[in-house]
């Protein structure tokens, strides 16, 4: 059971990662394409805040997958 319990752990471990690394895709590089293509006319302070609030989820993400691995048998 041990063996079972601990690819679930994984699983979700890197499923949290993968939400991480979505996090980053959205909120850093989607709009840094879209002010390169002049598509977004956002003032400077909301892109680094909006920047700063997607790079903090992630880091939150990408912690709380490191404290699930933390779990493994």
């Not at 890197?14 to 590089?29: E, Q």
């Not at 390169?36 to 880091?59: H, K, L, Q, R, Y």
């Not at 990408?62 to 493994?72: E, F, I, P, Q, T």
């Amino acid at each position: 059971m041990t063996l079972i319990r601990n690819e679930r752990t994984k699983l979700l471990a890197n499923a949290l990662d993968r939400v991480s690394t979505a996090c980053v895709a959205v909120g850093i590089f989607a709009p840094f394409g879209a002010a390169m293509w002049d598509f977004a006319s956002t003032p400077t302070w909301t892109g680094v805040f909006s920047a700063s609030v997607w790079i903090s989820a992630a880091i939150a993400l990408h912690m709380g997958a490191r404290s699930v691995l933390g779990g493994l048998e």
